[in-house]
T-cell receptor, first 115, second 109 residues
Framework: ETGVTQTPRHLVMGMTNKKSLKCEQH?????MYWYKQSAKKPLELMFV???????ENNSVPSRFSPECPNSSHLFLHLHTLQPEDSALYLC??????????????FGSGTQLSVL | KNEVEQSPQNLTAQEGEFITINCSYS?????LHWLQQHPGGGIVSLFM???GKKKHGRLIATINIQEKHSSLHITASHPRDSAVYIC???????????FGKGTRLHILP
């Protein structure tokens, strides 16, 4: 148990569906991340929210839309996804201090299948 | 070429063997993470280090900043150590995190 909780654990959706992934942490962290892990590829950073502001977006398609209503919760809203978006989506959190980001804590991930 | 390279990609060893996984990076970093990912996806952060050596149980991580190289060692390996081990570099210039592709470790009983 890392203290970072993701739901749902598994999700199957059609290309026309709209769904949301949820991430929650009560570790007192002030930075939260969405990562995508596709088969045989390194982890890809999708979004970072630091102090509740989005500070990085690595040209992720607009069909992925993050939301961070407060420092403990992070959502990833999905709409009109493509089959190639099928992957493991991981949430992580850490603390941002004056000297940079501290150790990452990961959730268990949501295994997404797009049909 | 990825800015963070791990070797080997795959490693199979017998229970009890001493395991070494290597990570080399080409960017200036403020720290390096070693992560463990079990089948099913869950990731655990093992170490974060910026210099020297850290030890936790049977796991040891070392880093050489001048050579831009880090190693993760497992002593007296056990089948439950079977997992993917990932190194991740925290880049100085912009606080980005760059991940290696991971090393898949399989320990045979």
């Amino acid at each position: 148990e890392t203290g970072v909780t993701q739901t749902p654990r598994h999700l199957v959706m059609g290309m026309t569906n709209k769904k949301s992934l949820k991430c929650e942490q009560h570790l007192g962290h002030n930075a939260m991340y969405w990562y995508k892990q596709s088969a045989k590829k390194p982890l890809e950073l999708m979004f970072v929210y630091s102090l509740e502001e989005r500070v990085e977006n690595n040209s992720v398609p607009s069909r992925f839309s993050p939301e961070c209503p407060n420092s403990s919760h992070l959502f990833l809203h999905l709409h009109t996804l493509q089959p190639e978006d099928s992957a493991l989506y991981l949430c992580a959190s850490s603390r941002l201090t004056g000297t940079g980001y501290e150790k990452l804590f990961f959730g268990s991930g949501t295994q997404l299948s797009v049909l | 070429k990825n800015e963070v390279e791990q070797s080997p990609q795959n490693l199979t060893a017998q229970e009890g063997e001493f395991i070494t996984i290597n990570c080399s990076y080409s960017v200036g970093i403020s720290a390096l993470h070693w992560l463990q990912q079990h089948p099913g996806g869950g990731i655990v952060s093992l170490f974060m280090l910026s210099s020297g050596k850290k030890k936790h149980g049977r796991l040891i991580a070392t880093i050489n900043i001048q050579e831009k190289h880090s190693s993760l060692h497992i002593t007296a390996s056990h089948p439950r150590d079977s997992a993917v081990y990932i190194c991740a570099a925290l880049v100085n210039r912009d606080d980005k995190i760059i991940f290696g592709k991971g090393t898949r470790l399989h320990i045979l009983p």
